[in-house]
Each structure stands twice: as C-alpha cells, then as structure tokens.
C-alpha cells in the first residue's frame, strides 16, 4: 500500500504513487539485481530484526526513489534497511522472502492507472 515515506529515518522515500509502483516493478524482475531478506540480527547480539532489500548491481539513475542505503560488503553493491517497507510488499504486492518473485501474483496488486509505471520499473 502507497505511502511517501517508509521508515523512521525515511530510508524509502517517493514522490508520488507511480514512483512507488515503478518501484515495486524493479524489485520484482527476478535478474539478480535484487533480493529481499529478513534478517534475524537481533539473535547476534543487534537490536532488531531487519528487513533489507539487497542491491547486487548499482541503482539505475533512472530508478525515481530516494533510498537510504548503508554499506554492503563484497558481494552486495548497497543495501536499504526498512521493515516497514519490507513489511509493506509482503502483507499488500505478495513479496517473498529471497530473490525470486511471482511477477504475475504482485502485477495483480497494482491499480490500473500504475501498471505502466509498474511494467517501466522492469524495464531499468
């Protein structure tokens, strides 16, 4: 479900409900690029949980989010740290855990007047 902000900290961040969209597109092309993780970091000694969208090749410039990314590590690009969006995609577009999503499953999640912003993010 569309918000402008996720986060305490606004770490996912739109300026309108078709830049959410074209988001949720990218995220779901299935090419690598991305993969979505719950990480049970408050078992080694964290504070919390964390949801994390991992980014495995840089954000295309085209891509009209605004994210707070943190550091990754050799194999990660970047990575945005966000249950409340993580939360959002699994309860409203049917996200998975992992890098694999069923396009079809979170299409079915989006409005009629955004499917093209939608079908524009899998194309970045």
């Known amino acids: 479900m569309y918000k402008a902000t996720f986060g305490t900290k606004q770490q996912v961040a739109f300026n309108s409900e078709g830049e959410y969209y074209e988001f949720l597109g990218y995220l779901s092309k299935n090419d690598g690029s991305t993969r979505i993780v719950w990480e049970e970091n408050n078992e080694q000694g964290a504070w919390a949980e964390e ?34 969006f993580v939360e959002n995609i699994r309860a409203h577009h049917n996200f998975v855990l992992g890098g694999n999503q069923n396009l079809a499953s979170i299409r079915a999640t989006v409005p009629q007047q955004f499917l093209t912003d939608f079908d524009n993010g899998r194309l970045l």
């Not at 410039?61 to 194999?75: D, F, W, Y």
């Open 51 to 84: 949801g994390r969208i991992l980014f495995y090749t840089p954000q295309p410039n085209q891509l009209r989010v605004q994210l707070l990314h943190t550091a990754g590590n050799p194999s990660i690009e970047s990575r945005v740290n966000c249950n409340e």
